[in-house]
């Protein structure tokens, strides 16, 4: 009996230290590929060390946890065979090795050949002559020796049973070291008695302005958005501070551009130092109790950290069953500390097991709009009056799939089945003018998709009117960024920051309200924190450059001509040295033109602001004087933009 628990415990020392050894070089292979790289953009040196801890500890329990299923498997056979124990290790070992082996060699061969930059061709052929010379290297005794002896130096007694001891204290000193970042403490509201008004923010993701029925786009795309409305006050020309998400939410957080708040990659966040000046904090501060339901991750992450202000933020399920399980049963290596990246961790695991599952790799993107309400109203419930809720839903944002009450109410039904399991076609970043009618096509499709999202907007506005829930409650409506399928734009996150991209709706209806108002003062996200604070009677932190539009609530008719909307794509900067990458816009209420600087090149260029669907137009030859103006009127308001050598 000792003797077959002595051979299943060495049997599983060995298998699990070759699961470490082959997923820690796989994940090593991995993060050698750029992603490293890519971190220290934005996160500090030690956290990008943390982070490469992460996934290398996380790799070991996974390659304990393959070694630990592999031995279950094996025990029968070692208590069947027990005369042949040692040869079956022995055997077991020596496949397990090849099994390694040849997976890893195909890897860092794979991750060679994009060094390179070769061609599909080349890589193919290359990948195919490697499996046959593995083939032909196992069917010779002496080479066959030489694989299968190969990884000898990690399976010694004393070196397996270290390796596993190192990975499980590993991650327990991670899981500490996360606990201990994650203790913070938040600032109480200090006012009393409570504030009796509410302020709800409802936020769309992807809905450009252009396609939606209020602003005079062809279809009827918005109606019941249309019908809120007539009873609100709608700003026609209002802009995204960016052209994808994070930065966009970053902003309507902080009331600061990118270059500001230092967020400006798809999975920035905001630094400590600028938790005290945003709008939940102001509002939690003056005795609000703030909430909020992000259906888009990179907005939740954002928005989840230890500093955050929301007294209520639910973490959605972004991708149910096994992808959701793996998440939850890993908690302790990606808790809630502030230190690292949440959505990084999020996304690899995604990936991971979507790669393996077979899943598109989007799921978490089809976060339907009447789930995101459905949360709203189940926040509602526990909210005193005095609150301050904000919900961002998914809808319209890819991939473009209406609900069955819109199905072919804009695209026939025999085109929409081309779509089903169909994935997003790759036009970026610019898609041929002979792929237009095709654009055309997903642009209908998008249409019925901003159909869903008012749908269900409209029934859940109308079910709190029937509750008498907005009689004290100002409802913001507006969108992180836009939407393109013109002008050679596909989407969004472009550096181009082309109109359909940018030109987002802000509705605001105060309480009491029953006229329509329509105002058309040029102006952007920054605007939108400072306007709720000023509406709660909260004076906006110092850190909050952004200006409010309070004042222009009432002026129905006004504005034409006046006001600026900035804009900057930043991705490619890191968050610690000067800008040098990306492009900064502006558009000009008083002109109607807009301005696009792109910093590596310091070239501008001017598009009249009802051709700025087209990327690559300009009119600085035409209009110059405009031109420098509105380049001068850039480097103004961002003086750490590098100016022209």
Same mark, same amino acid.
């Given at each position: 009996?000792s003797?077959?628990?002595?051979t299943v415990?060495?049997?599983?020392?060995?298998?699990?230290s070759?699961?470490i050894?082959?997923?820690?070089?796989?994940?090593?292979?991995?993060?050698a590929q750029?992603?490293v790289q890519?971190? &220290?953009?934005y996160?500090?040196?030690?956290e990008?060390v %943390?982070?490469v801890a992460?996934r290398? +500890?996380f790799?070991a329990?996974?390659g304990?946890?393959?070694?630990?299923i592999?031995?279950?498997?094996l025990v029968?056979?070692l208590?069947?065979?027990?005369?042949s124990?040692?040869r079956?290790?022995?055997w077991?070992t020596? $496949?397990?090795v090849?099994?390694v082996?040849?997976?890893d060699?195909r890897?860092?061969?794979?991750?060679l050949i @994009?060094w390179?930059?070769?061609? =599909?061709?080349?890589t193919s052929?290359?990948?195919?002559a490697?499996?046959?010379?593995?083939?032909?290297a196992?069917?010779?005794?002496?080479?066959r020796k030489e694989v299968v002896t &190969?990884?000898?130096?990690?399976?010694?007694?004393? +070196?397996?049973?270290?390796?596993?001891?190192?990975?499980?204290?590993?991650?327990a000193?991670?899981?500490?070291t996360e606990?201990? %970042?994650?203790?913070?403490t938040?600032?109480?509201?200090l006012?009393?008695?409570?504030? @009796?008004? #509410?302020?709800?923010?409802?936020?769309?993701?992807a809905?450009?302005?252009?396609d939606?029925?209020l602003y005079?786009?062809?279809?009827p795309?918005?109606?019941?958005?249309?019908a809120?409305?007539?009873?609100?006050?709608?700003?026609?020309n209002?802009?995204s501070a &960016?052209?994808?998400?994070?930065p966009?939410?970053?902003?309507?957080?902080?009331?600061a551009y990118?270059?500001?708040s230092h967020?400006?990659?798809?999975?920035?966040h905001?630094?400590?130092? #600028?938790a005290n000046?945003t709008?939940?904090?102001?509002?939690? =501060?003056a005795?609000?109790?703030?909430?909020?339901?992000f259906?888009?991750?990179?907005a939740y992450y954002?928005?989840k950290r230890?500093?955050?202000?929301f007294?209520?933020?639910p973490?959605?399920?972004?991708?149910q069953g096994g992808?959701?399980?793996?998440?939850?049963?890993?908690?302790?290596?990606?808790?809630? &500390?502030?230190?690292?990246?949440?959505?990084?961790?999020?996304?690899?695991l995604?990936?991971?097991?979507n790669l393996v599952?077979?899943?598109?790799?989007?799921?978490?993107e089809?976060?339907r709009?009447?789930?995101s309400?459905e949360q709203?109203r189940?926040?509602?419930?526990?909210?005193?009056?005095?609150?301050?809720?904000?919900?961002?839903?998914?809808?319209?944002h890819?991939p473009?799939?209406?609900?069955?009450?819109?199905?072919?109410r804009?695209?026939p039904?025999?085109i929409?089945q081309?779509?089903e399991?169909?994935s997003?076609?790759n036009?970026?970043p610019?898609?041929?003018?002979?792929?237009?009618s095709?654009l055309?096509?997903?642009r209908?499709?998008?249409?019925?998709f901003?159909?869903?999202?008012d749908?269900?907007?409209?029934?859940? $506005?109308?079910?709190?009117e @029937?509750?008498? @829930?907005?009689?004290n409650? /100002?409802?913001v409506?507006?969108?992180?960024?836009g939407?393109?399928?013109?002008?050679?734009?596909?989407?969004?996150?472009?550096?181009?920051q082309t109109?359909?991209? +940018?030109?987002?709706p802000?509705?605001?209806?105060?309480?009491g309200?029953?006229?329509?108002?329509? =105002?058309?003062y040029t102006?952007?996200? /920054?605007a939108?924190?400072p306007?709720?604070?000023?509406?709660?009677?909260q004076?906006?932190?110092?850190?909050?450059l952004?200006q409010s539009l309070?004042?222009?609530?009432s002026r129905d008719?006004q504005?034409e001509g006046e006001?600026?909307?900035?804009?900057?794509?930043?991705?490619?900067?890191s968050?610690f040295?000067p800008l040098?990458?990306?492009?900064v816009?502006?558009?000009?209420?008083?002109s109607?033109y807009?301005?696009?600087?792109?910093?590596?090149?310091?070239?501008?260029s001017?598009r009249p602001?009802e051709?700025a669907? $087209?990327w690559?137009?300009?009119?600085?030859a035409? #209009?110059?004087?405009?031109?420098?103006?509105?380049r001068?009127?850039?480097?103004?308001r961002?003086?750490? +933009?590098?100016p022209?050598?």
């Open positions: 009996m003797d077959f628990r002595s415990a060495s049997l599983w020392f060995r298998l699990t070759l699961g050894v082959g997923l820690v070089f796989a994940e090593g292979l991995v993060l750029g992603k890519y971190w &220290s953009y996160l500090t040196a030690w990008v %943390f982070e992460v290398l +500890i790799a329990l996974v304990i946890a393959l070694g630990t592999s031995t279950a498997v029968p056979f208590w069947h065979f027990d005369a124990r040692q079956l290790l022995e077991a020596r $496949i397990a090849v099994l082996v040849i997976p060699s890897f860092a061969l794979i991750a @994009k390179s930059n070769r061609g =599909v061709r080349f052929a290359l990948l195919v490697h499996l046959l010379a593995f083939a032909i196992l069917c010779i005794p002496r080479t &190969s990884l000898d130096g990690f399976l010694g007694e004393k +070196i397996t049973r270290r390796m596993a001891m190192a990975a499980v204290g590993g991650a000193a991670l899981a500490a606990f201990a %970042f994650g203790k913070t938040r600032t109480a509201a006012v009393s008695p409570r504030p @009796k008004s #509410n302020f709800l923010l409802v936020t769309f993701d809905l450009t302005a252009d939606m029925s005079g786009y062809k279809l795309t918005t109606p019941n958005l249309d809120f409305a007539s009873k609100s006050t709608v700003f026609t209002f802009y &960016s052209t994808f998400t994070t966009c939410v970053a902003t309507m957080l902080t009331g990118p270059s500001e967020v400006y990659q798809l999975k920035g905001v630094r400590a130092a #600028n000046s709008l939940p904090h102001v509002m939690r =501060v005795g609000y109790t703030t909430a909020a339901f259906s888009n991750p990179y954002l928005a230890p500093e955050s202000e007294d209520f933020l973490e959605p399920t972004f991708q992808m959701q399980h793996a998440w939850d049963a890993t908690a302790p290596l990606h808790q809630n &500390s502030g230190f690292g990246n949440r959505i990084d961790e999020y996304t690899d995604l990936s991971l097991w599952g077979r899943l598109p790799d989007n799921l978490h089809r976060f709009a009447v789930a309400f709203a189940e926040l509602l419930a526990k909210l005193p009056d005095g609150f301050f809720l904000w919900v961002h839903v998914m809808t319209p890819g473009y799939l209406p609900d069955q009450a819109e199905r072919g804009f695209l039904v025999g929409q081309i779509f399991g169909k997003q076609p036009w970026k610019h898609y041929e003018p002979s792929q237009q095709q055309n096509q997903y209908l499709r998008y249409d019925e901003v159909l869903t999202a749908r269900a907007f409209g029934a859940f $506005i109308s079910e709190l @029937k509750r008498a @829930k907005l009689q409650t /100002t409802v409506v507006s969108a992180d960024h939407e393109s399928f013109e002008g050679g734009i596909y989407q969004h996150g472009n550096p181009e109109r359909p991209v +940018i030109h987002i802000l509705i605001i209806r105060t309480p309200q029953q006229d329509g108002r329509r =105002v058309a102006a952007d996200q /920054t939108l924190a306007t709720i604070l000023e509406l709660a009677g004076k906006k932190p110092d850190r909050m952004g309070a004042g222009w609530l008719g504005g006001g600026l909307a900035f804009c900057q794509y930043l991705e490619r900067n968050i040295r040098r990458h990306g492009t816009g502006v558009i000009d209420g008083r109607k807009q301005y696009v600087l792109d910093l590596d090149t310091q070239k501008g001017l602001l051709e669907h $087209i690559n137009l300009d009119r600085s035409e #209009n110059p004087e405009l031109a420098e103006t509105l001068s009127a850039i480097y103004s961002f003086p750490e +933009i590098p022209k050598s």
